[in-house]
């Protein structure tokens, strides 16, 4: 498996805002008909569920990022999006992009759900 190639992370103040972006640079699935998601993990946490969008291009959020995240997707660049804003110190974790494993799926915020796992790109938020 090709995994995917996360960026755009970094070190930012509390108040400040990211786009983070995953592509997927092989050509062995139809980037289209699967549902994609963001996950992170904070140290010593589980991976969790940040956001996610559908084939059909319906997005859900985990209820604290609401209203401050937004998760787009680029089907013929292969590539998703993660805009974050109002960054606080909770947010601090390494971020991973994940493509749900069956194409046409009901949208899973399970970890064990996803598949193709990059290396994640670290976002650190001081206060």
């Known amino acids: 498996q090709v995994p995917m190639v996360e960026s755009g992370g970094g070190l930012v103040q509390a108040g400040d805002s990211l786009r983070l972006s995953c592509i997927h640079p092989?050509?062995?699935?139809?980037?289209?008909?699967?549902?994609m998601a963001w996950f992170r993990q904070a140290p010593g946490k589980e991976r969790e569920f940040v956001a996610g969008?559908?084939?059909?291009?319906?997005?859900n959020y985990t209820d604290s990022v609401k209203g401050r995240f937004s998760i787009s997707r680029d089907n013929g660049k292969r590539a998703i999006y993660l805009q974050m804003n109002r960054l606080n110190s909770e947010d601090t974790a390494i971020y991973y992009c994940?493509?749900?494993?069956?194409?046409?799926?009901?949208?899973?915020?399970?970890?064990?759900?996803?598949?193709?796992w990059g290396q994640g790109t670290q976002v650190t938020v001081s206060s």
């Open positions: 092989g050509r062995t699935w139809t980037f289209s008909v699967y549902n």
């Open positions: 969008i559908s084939w059909r291009d319906s997005t």
């Open positions: 994940a493509r749900q494993n069956r194409a046409y799926g009901v949208g899973s915020r399970m970890v064990d759900d996803h598949g193709y």
